[in-house]
């Protein structure tokens, strides 16, 4: 299969870290029960996800239970808790029976002088504390800087160098407001896995709409983990969408994952009807128009041979979607003929126009042709009224 990458990432094997249930659950007016939030948790591990982060367990009892029941679930991929660099937040985590505790602090100036109130030194020590505790409880430990994109990069590998001395096993780079550029983030990437030798994760938000983008960016650079969220859900604009990294890591990169991509529009779907946030139909891979096509042109060459008006190293089969043909007032013969030999409906040529200038005629004036009307127009013209 031919890849559209000059990067060297062809059978890579790349992990995904999905926040849906907690970075996700902070889009404003999202508020998941924990029903649904254990429903989304075994769809997320029939997906095969590498690691769910459950929750925030020091926000609430609530949040806590929930994130406890995640952990005791016997699922097989790795269930993380979030926490602070302080003990209440880590204990709250460890209590909860995760395997992994994503523990972070602010360390850009903007937000360690306003919302910290820490000095640089201050916030070098409560990491490595934070690390070397949530090690010595034996969980895994991924330590993020937050506002990483927004720090000064030799305070920023500082301390990156200090939690790795600690023991941590994975650094997350967060762009938290979503200001990184694509070339930004290679450069960033690039940099810190040269100054650090643990695995790098990146956690990117949709700020300008390039939250994909700087994800596979950070990956070009040597990032080994990607954190997404279902439908792209999370604070403000949110973070990068989980079925748009994997499919562009394994169509366009060649990159390997754990996902079994074929439950990605079930598994949007889900995150859909449970959060009420729906995807517009242009959504790329798992939005209603996706694999659906209108114009004669498209239709024509479609029925062909599909790869000639969709991207063929993703076909709708590989995310569980469907392919569509469209009847509007861009449609040519072609597209008719099939869908009226679904019907069991053989017009000849002369007849054939007629039916498609009176479909034409009817979407012209706004209206969407479904099965009946087509059924309707091909009686009519066939004589069968
Ligand atoms: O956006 C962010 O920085 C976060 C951190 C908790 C990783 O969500
Ligand atoms: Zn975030």
Same mark, same amino acid.
């Given at each position: 299969m031919a890849f559209y990458s000059d990067e060297p990432l062809i059978g890579k094997h790349k992990t995904i870290f999905d926040t849906t249930l907690r970075d996700g659950e902070q889009t404003p007016g999202v508020s998941l029960t924990n029903e649904q939030k254990l429903k989304i948790a075994r769809q997320l591990d029939k997906l095969g @996800?590498? @690691?769910? =982060?459950? !929750?925030?367990?020091?926000?609430?009892e609530g949040e806590k239970q929930n994130v406890r029941a995640i952990a005791s679930e016997g699922l097989s991929l790795d269930v993380c808790g979030l926490a602070r660099v302080l003990q209440k937040d880590l204990d709250a985590c460890i209590d909860c029976g995760v395997d992994m505790v994503h523990t972070f602090v602010s360390t850009s100036d903007i937000q360690r002088i306003?919302?910290? /109130? /820490?000095t640089r030194e201050e916030v070098v020590s409560m990491a490595v504390n934070a690390v070397e505790y949530i090690k010595d409880h034996g969980a895994k430990c991924m330590f993020s800087a937050m506002d990483a994109t927004r720090t000064d990069l030799d305070y920023l590998i500082e301390v990156f160098k200090a939690v790795e001395g600690a023991g941590c096993d994975i650094i997350n780079v967060p762009d938290t407001v979503g200001v990184m550029s694509p070339s930004g983030m290679y450069r960033l990437i690039s940099q810190v896995h040269s100054n650090v030798n643990i695995p790098i994760d990146v956690h990117c938000h949709n700020d300008f709409g390039i939250a994909v983008a700087n994800s596979l960016m950070a990956v070009e650079a040597g990032a080994s983990q990607v954190q997404v969220t279902v439908n792209g859900i !999370? =604070?403000?604009? !949110?973070?990068? &969408?989980l079925a748009q990294v994997v499919m562009c890591l394994q169509s366009i990169y060649g990159v390997k994952t754990n996902? &079994?991509? =074929?439950y990605l529009l079930e598994t949007s779907k889900m995150v859909e009807n449970f959060t009420g946030i729906h995807m517009p139909p &242009?959504? #790329?891979? @798992?939005?209603? &128009?996706?694999f659906a096509h209108e114009s004669g042109i498209h239709t024509h060459g479609v029925l062909e041979k599909a790869d000639t008006f969709e #991207? !063929?190293?993703?076909? #709708?089969e590989m995310v569980g979607h469907r392919r569509r043909i469209v009847l509007g007032k861009h449609a040519g013969k072609h597209a008719v003929k099939q869908s009226l030999s679904e019907i069991g409906i053989q017009p000849t040529e002369e007849q054939l126009d007629e039916i498609l200038s009176r479909i034409k005629t009817i979407a012209n004036r706004g209206k969407r042709i479904c099965d009946a009307d087509l059924h309707a127009v091909a009686s009519a013209v066939l004589g069968k009224n």
């Open positions: @996800v590498d @690691v769910l =982060e459950a !929750g925030f367990p020091i926000s609430s306003h919302t910290i /109130k /820490k !999370g =604070e403000r604009a !949110g973070n990068a &969408n996902i &079994n991509t =074929e &242009n959504t #790329p891979i @798992v939005g209603d &128009n996706a #991207p !063929g190293i993703m076909t #709708p």
